[in-house]
């Protein structure tokens, strides 16, 4: 944006800060997060990752509490004094390609408790004499890639307390190592891997002597080593030393290794890289200079070229006290020396078919032998025969298949107690193994076994500490499958399986036993006896099964328990009895991917395992099975307040229901005295605008209407003086809601109310709401008066019932109606004189009259 610069301070300010502002609304806030701070704290306050910076200095947002600082890929260019003086505290700093070219005097000054400075590739021009300057605790100095070619000039004579230098991938040529490496007396590793070193003089390695230490690591490996000048080595001591793919063709080699005469050293490691081979072969007298070398161990690694003759291999190297050949092409033991000194001998990958057991047979003072993961190895026919001194035998990952093991294959060595064949095809256990019977260790697992499970075949180990037969295919048969073991402490049984898929009393002897592994056997039942014996037992794997209950019968005998790994079965739950019995000693309990029942009716197991929590071992992995809803939560995350909230709301529903009932009950049965109620309310309301258009408003069945309308109403508004009858059917307002009505035109326009009582009337609930209503309009108001008229047929029982006291009622008239003139005449006297009280007089009517 050109433009933009030309713009005056003041208007480019906001643009800016609009862009800014823009930036954040459309990137992805936590990308903004990225890009406003690039230093990822990965342990709070102590380690920060800042990688790819373009800055100089240390970045802002490192506190000065930080121990490890990583500053990689960085674009530092140049360190000057005091750089990093912001983070005193600093331990760790790794500097790995930060295109420094330039480190000045003191720019680490301030680093007094670093002890790791890695400066890995960058391409140092100018180092400082004073460069180094206060790093008075640094124990790990990293300079590979540095293009340094020289030692001389290295200001790091002041080190003290340096342990490890590597200096590998330069362009070193010498080396002549400059006096003040007698001033790095705690130096344990120097490396110069890959440099230019190809000769080595007498009085290069001086600084070593003098120091006289014991235990230097110095790796030359991948130096292009044309020879080694005698006495070079001579009166060196070291811990290692490894000459890898030193080397480029056997005379280089052989004379070279003449050259290490006089050296003494722990550890010498001679042989190629499997990715680097140079093209060395095997030929005869190759190692014939380690005659003058003095060694503990000699380790000869990816030698793959073994064109002539192996036979004197051992020339040299036959008083060495353990060799390894690793990844070596040996297919035959190379020619024994008479009395050699070998205790111990390694081939791992090498290229035997068959276990030498014969030759090896020759070193006498053999102890410990290892044949390991050698594709072609699968016979065992040969003898370890007289190695009274042999303890350790580790055959594994081989594809070793052979039978009647291992009584042929071990004679006259007593002393053998450590047997491992784990990892290899077939072996057949049908047979004898009393020549084995001080056998403390015998690892058989993952190799395919005949014979375990149903024929007592350990019977005479009876000193067997630890046996490993998982996943052996084993099926266990027979009870007595483990007899004789009466010392074994560990029992490794997993992958296997037992007869119905249950455990009897298979370890009814194993009283020593304290760690059994019966996982992944596909048990379903364990009998109630069979952990009786095994009351020492601390680590019971039982995992991965399908098992359906924890029965606490059948855990009690395990007192010792401490470790218990119940996961992977079908239990729902444990119960309270099961929970008592698991001893205080237990520490760890492992009950996940069991099929849990996450409902209240575990309540107790459900709060057990959220107060245990520290006992619980893969707490995530405690989901629950059923109910469906709850599937796939977590047991911890059950809510326990959820049950004692639903037992209250399942209480709570169930009393509003009740009521619920009880109400829609007391409705059904008091349907018209509440109706009744709700028309008095609306009474109430409106009782000021009464008037007295009626006389009387006549209540009556609908059955009664012609008696009704023939002997009341014709006579009485026909008569002299007419009275007004208000009379529902003819009166009401149409369109009014009858209660309305009934209230409004009945009750409230009429000074007294007519009910015509017959066995209808009584019968009728309509009459009777209305009667009711007249009652309590009566009571409430205090003014209309009930006329009651009852006609001949009515059930005088019924008619005291349903008239109560309001035919005693001073107000009120009772009325019989009878069908004979002399009581015509009386009841017309009676009525009307009722009527007349309180009448108002029309004066038009009272004119007409
Ligand atoms: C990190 O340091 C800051 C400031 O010193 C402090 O407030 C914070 O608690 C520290 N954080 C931790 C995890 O120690
Ligand atoms: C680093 O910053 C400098 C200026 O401080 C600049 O010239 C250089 O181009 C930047 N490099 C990268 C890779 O961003
Ligand atoms: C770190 O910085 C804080 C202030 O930011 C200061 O109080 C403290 O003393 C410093 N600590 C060290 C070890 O320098
Ligand atoms: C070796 O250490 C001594 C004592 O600390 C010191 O005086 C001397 O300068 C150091 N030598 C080198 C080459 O740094
Ligand atoms: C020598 O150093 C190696 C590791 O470099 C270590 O394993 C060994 O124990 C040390 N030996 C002695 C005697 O200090
Ligand atoms: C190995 O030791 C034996 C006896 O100690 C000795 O006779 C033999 O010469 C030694 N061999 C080598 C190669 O040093
Ligand atoms: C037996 O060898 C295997 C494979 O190398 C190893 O994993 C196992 O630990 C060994 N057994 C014992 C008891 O050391
Ligand atoms: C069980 O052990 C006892 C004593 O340790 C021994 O006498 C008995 O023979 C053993 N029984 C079996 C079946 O191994
Ligand atoms: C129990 O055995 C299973 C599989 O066999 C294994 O994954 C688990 O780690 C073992 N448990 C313990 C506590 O070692
Ligand atoms: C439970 O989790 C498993 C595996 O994570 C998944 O396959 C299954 O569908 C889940 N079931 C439910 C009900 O969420």
Redesign the pocket.
């Given at each position: 944006m050109p433009g933009l610069l030309k713009m005056p301070w003041r208007e480019v300010l906001p643009l800016w800060t609009l862009v800014v502002l823009l930036q954040l609304v459309l990137v992805p806030s936590q990308l903004a997060g990225c890009l406003l701070n690039p230093c990822l704290e990965v342990i709070p306050n102590k380690t920060f990752r800042c990688m790819g910076l373009n800055i100089s200095g240390v970045p802002a947002e490192v506190?000065?509490?930080t121990q490890n600082l990583d500053l990689s890929f960085s674009n530092l260019k140049s360190l000057g004094s005091n750089y990093f003086s912001s983070v005193?505290?600093l331990q760790l700093l790794d500097l790995t390609r930060c295109h420094i070219h330039t480190i000045e005097d003191n720019s680490f000054k301030d680093l007094h408790k670093l002890s790791t400075l890695i400066l890995t590739a960058n391409s140092l021009q100018y180092l400082g004499t004073a460069a180094f300057y206060g790093l008075t605790y640094l124990k790990k100095l990293v300079l590979v890639e540095t293009n340094i070619a020289s030692l001389t000039d290295l200001p790091i004579g002041h080190l003290h307390t340096l342990q490890e230098l590597n200096l590998g991938h330069n362009n070193i040529a010498s080396l002549k190592l400059p006096k003040y490496f007698t001033n790095l007396t705690s130096l344990r590793h120097l490396s110069f891997h890959s440099n230019k070193i190809t000769y080595i003089s007498k009085g290069d390695l001086d600084a070593l002597r003098e120091a006289n230490r014991l235990n230097l690591t110095l790796v030359l490996s991948l130096n292009d080593i044309k020879y080694i000048e005698p006495g070079s080595f001579a009166k060196v001591h070291l811990g290692e030393l490894v000459l890898r793919s030193c080397f480029e063709n056997f005379n280089v080699m052989h004379t070279s290794l003449q050259g290490l005469t006089g050296l003494q050293v722990n550890r010498l490691i001679v042989g190629e890289f499997s990715d680097s081979q140079r093209l060395v072969a095997f030929q005869r007298g190759l190692l014939s200079g380690l005659c003058q070398v003095q060694m503990q161990e000699f380790v000869l690694i990816c030698f793959r070229k073994i064109e002539e003759n192996t036979d004197t291999l051992f020339n040299c190297i036959g008083n060495v006290s353990s060799i390894r050949l690793v990844d070596v092409q040996l297919e035959e033991v190379s020619e024994v020396p008479m009395f050699s000194q070998v205790k111990q001998l390694e081939c791992k990958k090498c290229k035997f078919k068959e276990v030498p057991a014969m030759k090896l047979s020759l070193f006498k003072e053999l102890r410990v032998v290892r044949i390991t993961k050698t594709k072609h190895l699968n016979t065992f026919r040969q003898k370890f025969e007289s190695l009274r001194n042999l303890e350790v035998v580790d055959l594994s990952e081989n594809h070793l298949s052979f039978t009647r093991c291992c009584f042929l294959q071990f004679h006259k060595c007593p002393n053998l107690k450590y047997l491992n064949l784990s990892f290899n095809s077939d072996i057949s256990m049908v047979g004898d193994l009393t020549n084995l019977k001080n056998l403390l260790y015998l690892d058989l697992q993952h190799t395919k076994l005949v014979g375990p499970g149903s024929y007592p075949v350990f019977l005479s180990l009876q000193k067997l500490v630890y046996l490993d037969i998982s996943h052996t295919r084993t099926h266990v048969k027979s009870e007595c499958t483990f007899c004789g073991l009466n010392s074994l402490q560990v029992l490794k049984m997993a992958g296997n399986s037992f007869e119905h898929n249950k455990l009897a009393d298979n370890f009814q002897n194993l009283s020593r036993l304290h760690t059994l592994d019966i996982s992944s056997c596909k048990l379903v039942q364990v009998d109630r006896s069979t952990f009786d014996a095994l009351s020492e037992l601390k680590n019971l794997n039982i995992s991965n099964n399908k098992l359906l209950s924890f029965d606490p019968v059948v855990y009690k005998p395990l007192r010792a328990l401490t470790a218990l790994d119940f996961s992977n079965n079908q239990v729902s739950v444990l119960l309270d009895s099961a929970l008592e019995i698991l001893p205080d000693s237990l520490v760890l309990l492992d009950i996940s991917q069991n099929l849990f029942e996450c409902s209240c009716v575990h309540l107790n197991f459900l709060k057990w395992i959220k107060e245990k929590q520290e006992l619980l071992q893969n707490k995530d992995l405690m989901i629950c099975h059923t109910p469906a809803y709850m599937k796939n939560m977590s047991l911890l995350s059950f809510d326990l307040s959820s049950c004692h909230l639903n037992a209250s709301t399942v209480a709570f529903s169930v009393i509003m229901l009740l009521a619920a009932v009880v109400f829609l009950f007391l409705i059904y049965k008091y349907y018209f005295q509440l109706y009744y109620s709700l028309v008095l309310l609306s009474g109430c309301k409106h009782s000021a605008e009464r008037g007295d258009t009626y006389d009387a408003f006549v209540i009556h069945s609908s059955k009664d209407q012609d008696w009704v309308m023939k002997e009341l109403v014709e006579p009485l508004e026909g008569g002299t003086p007419p009275f007004q009858l208000c009379l529902y059917y003819r009166d009401f307002l149409p369109g009014v809601p009858i209660v309305t009505n009934i209230i409004e035109e009945g009750f409230l326009s009429s000074r007294n109310v007519i009910a015509v009582i017959s066995t209808d009337f009584l019968e009728s609930k309509w009459c009777s709401f209305e009667f009711d209503i007249a009652q309590s309009w009566q009571l409430i108001e205090g003014k209309a008066g009930i006329i009651m008229i009852v006609l001949e047929e009515v059930n005088k029982t019924l008619l005291r019932q349903r008239l109560g006291l309001s035919r005693y009622l001073r107000r009120n008239t009772y009325l019989e109606w009878k069908n004979k003139e002399i009581n015509r005449h009386i009841f017309w006297r009676q009525l009307t004189g009722v009527l007349l009280e309180g009448k108002k007089w029309n004066h038009e009517e009272v004119k007409l009259m």
């Open positions: 506190p000065n509490t005193p505290e």
